[in-house]
């Protein structure tokens, strides 16, 4: 018995060594130097060098011109101090997040269905595919004057409501799109073996066109945060939009390049958690880069 056991534990030996290597290595592997330089150090450092050219050529005409330590310590007294009505950059942060986090819900909501259904059946497409690319080319911005007949008062909506604008058609055109780039093969395999419809849309469609809903998500959410300039101009008193649009009007270009950049920044971060949800989710596909 125990000549057989060390036997097999003999075998299993360089098994078992190299899956604890291949753990040890994806757990506890450092990032080369030259990708830590090229994915991080030198993309900031880029960034720093565009925008101090930008500050200095946009500001050539001042007695002052600025520069990023104006950016800099703007942004430190907005963080600590907040704007001239007394609110922070967190508060308007905050309330933005909010906003375009509700738009793009709204969006989800609504357009990833619609799209599925113009995808997979014939008469959606013919009756809704048309108007879809009549409004699809008007830009969000010019909703505005609609946005406030709609919701009046009420500022938040008509906000929700721009941003969901901007984030509805590419979430709404990708999931279409990824519908219609099924094997047509397997939808015939499914009905031959008597799937039903509910069963072909949930083991077919959605994890073939899954990638394309996740490209659509990642694209409308931008678009939505984009729109957010747009949607705070509405009114409100709050949020990076309205910060922006004030502290240019104040002449405070310090504090307006500070929202920019924080605007982008977080941007960025979300565009960076959907590529990593992506990934983990759809293993079973092509690797995202990040």
Known sequence: ???????????????????????????????QPGEV???????????????????????????????????????????????AEGHTLVDHTALSVYRVSLGFLFAFITACPL??????YRVADVVLGPVVEAMRPIPPIAWIPISILLFQSNFTGA??????????????????????????????????????????????????????????????????????????????GLGLGYLVFQTQQLGLIGQTVSAMVVIGVIGFLFSYIFLKTERYLLRYRQEVAV
């Open 1 to 31: 018995m125990n000549e057989a056991t060390d036997t097999k534990v003999g075998r299993l030996a360089p098994q078992l060594r190299a899956m604890a290597e291949r753990i040890t290595n994806r757990k506890w592997k450092l990032p």
């Open 37 to 83: 330089l090229l994915k991080g150090i030198l993309p900031i450092v880029i960034l720093l060098i565009l925008w101090q050219i930008i500050m200095m050529i946009a500001t050539r005409n001042l007695a002052n011109p600025k520069g990023l330590d104006d950016v800099v310590e703007s942004f430190v007294k907005l963080v600590v101090e907040g704007d």
């Open 115 to 120: 799209g599925i259904a113009i995808g997979r």
């Open 159 to 236: 906000q929700v409501f721009i941003i969901w604008v901007g984030a509805f058609f590419p979430i709404l055109l990708n999931t279409t799109a990824g519908v219609k780039r099924t094997e047509p093969v397997h939808l015939d395999v499914a009905s031959t073996f008597g799937a039903s419809e509910s069963q072909i849309l949930s083991k077919i469609i959605l994890p073939s066109a899954a990638p394309e809903i996740f490209a659509g998500l990642r694209i409308g959410f931008g678009i939505g945060w984009m729109c957010l300039v747009a949607a705070e101009i509405i009114g409100g």
